[in-house]
């Protein structure tokens, strides 16, 4: 029988289908807890427990017993997942069909988002600046060419981003941006702007194997399996004395925009936890708080970046480095790359190692084949903006960047577990 916190998970996936629904979920979770929103505009109170929110990012901090040596212990995720953005003009008309104007959002798997049921998701601003939530149902499709009409589809896929990836939404004319509107709640002639996203209408599913539950099937795991797993071990400070009465400052941090790079003002690498870090150290009732008090917290300080990382394909394995194997349900990956496309050397490991051995959770290790070129995290950025120790972490999947990612419910159990060890002083 799939677990509560699969369960849990499942429906956090499904609450957010945009990172700004996804920060709307974590900050119901963190007010059900107990913790108190801060406002950036304003003076800050020395809270125990607060939180910040930026567009589809959010920062949320847990004082315990601060100690003269204390420093942050903070794990980082992120809330955005490859996807179409809607561009600026909609809604197009083609053939007797209505369409949707949309660019590609980072990195996906694009074919996999060929004949799937979309809905549209995000913000709406209206021209006082207010932003209002939107989610519509399935809305929208990407036809592919049938093989009749193109007898080399099966040999050879090539498709243009601009014109095969755009999706219809109607027969016939149809308004969209009122159709938009209607489902937000604004008068579109009060309608200023929107960051709005396509997203998979298909619920979350448990399957495979001889227990029915080796595999998680869902849309946007890279990244919200770190967000839900750092969230859940965050909020456990709750019932763990040794996180609750802690020498350091936990932070959990989940930002947006890392699938296009984070350099943005709710992204890693701005200065949104940097200075959030500094008002939290300069509201705490602290001797000698300043710029060398700051420095000396940084210096005791660490940083786990938490994001996706990648299973062995048995269908591709030499794409993979031939004497490092990890597999969906061995546990979550330690990430290396000598090129410091991700933060993790040597003492960062050890670290990592330490919060695994305290849960007693297997990890594995990843490190790309040298002819396959490796991607990024927040790590770097995270690292070379604040100089802490930071390490690159994540459970493995399958499909990374497709539509619907493939992850085992065993790892995202584990990468909990570990993350409790960190926080808990490992």
Same mark, same amino acid.
């Given at each position: ?7 849990d998970y ?11 629904h996804?920060a709307?979920?974590i900050e ?30 959010? +920062?949320a ?5 601060v ?5 942050f212990?903070?794990?980082g $995720?992120?809330t ?17 069909f209505g369409?949707?104007?949309v ?8 074919? $996999?988002?060929?004949?799937?049921? %979309?809905?549209?998701a ?17 809305v929208?499709v990407?036809p ?18 601009q ?5 219809i ?10 159709? +938009? ?17 396509a997203?998979d209408?298909?619920a979350?599913?448990v ?19 770190s967000?839900?797993?750092s ?15 802690g020498?350091?400052?936990? +932070? ?19 200065p ?10 300069? $509201?705490?009732d602290?001797?000698?708080?300043? /710029? ?19 299973? +062995? ?12 194997h ?6 979550? !990956? %330690? ?8 933060a ?26 040298? /002819? ?14 604040l100089?802490?120790l ?7 999947l !399958? $499909? ?5 990612? %493939?992850?085992?419910?065993? /790892?995202l159990?584990?990468?909990t577990?570990i ?8």
């Open positions: 029988m799939t677990s509560e916190f699969i369960r499942a429906s956090f996936i499904s609450e957010s289908p945009s990172s700004f996804a709307q979920a119901r979770r963190l007010v059900e807890a107990g913790y108190v929103r801060q406002d950036e505009g304003a003076a800050w109170a020395g809270l125990a427990k607060g939180y910040v929110v930026r567009g589809g990012a959010v +920062i901090w847990h004082v315990g017993q100690a003269d040596d204390c420093g212990r903070v794990v $995720s992120h955005d997942s490859p996807s179409f953005k809607v561009k600026p003009f909609p809604g197009s008309h083609a053939h007797g369409q949707v104007n660019e590609v959002y980072g990195g996906p798997l694009l074919n $996999s988002w060929l004949n799937r049921d %979309l809905g549209i995000g913000i709406v601003t209206d021209i006082d600046g207010v932003n209002h939530l939107v989610r519509t149902p399935a929208m990407i592919q060419l049938a093989p009749h009409l193109d007898r080399s589809v099966n040999d050879k896929l090539e498709l243009s981003r014109k095969d990836y755009k999706p939404w109607s027969v016939g004319e149809a308004d969209l941006l009122r159709y +938009i509107c209607d489902h937000a709640g604004v008068d579109p002639q009060r309608a200023a702007a929107f960051d709005l996203f997203y209408v298909q979350p599913l399957f495979g194997g001889e227990s029915g539950e080796d595999f998680f099937a869902s849309g946007r795991q890279d990244n919200l399996s967000v839900f797993t969230l859940t071990a965050f909020l456990s400070a709750e019932t763990d004395a040794a996180v609750s009465d020498e350091d400052i936990a +932070i959990f941090a989940a930002f947006d925009h890392e699938e296009v790079g984070s350099s943005t003002y709710s992204g890693a690498a701005g949104f936890l940097e200075t959030t870090m500094r008002r939290i150290a300069a $509201s705490l602290m001797e000698g708080v300043g /710029d060398e008090r700051f420095a000396r917290m940084i210096a005791n300080s660490s940083c786990i970046s938490a994001d996706a990382g990648h299973s +062995i394909s048995p269908n591709k394995a030499n794409l993979h480095d031939p004497d490092h990890p597999v969906l349900g061995g546990g979550p !990956l %330690l990430k290396v790359n000598a090129n410091q496309r991700y993790t050397e040597a003492t960062g490991s050890a670290l990592w190692l330490r919060s695994a051995a305290a849960g007693g959770v297997a990890t594995q290790q990843f490190v790309s084949n040298n /002819d396959v070129p490796c991607g990024s995290t927040i790590g770097p950025a995270t690292a070379s903006r100089g802490i930071t390490v690159d972490v994540g459970i493995p !399958l $499909s990374m960047h497709s539509v619907r990612e %493939l992850s085992s419910p065993a /790892d159990e584990a990468m577990t993350l409790q060890g960190y926080w808990a002083g490992a």
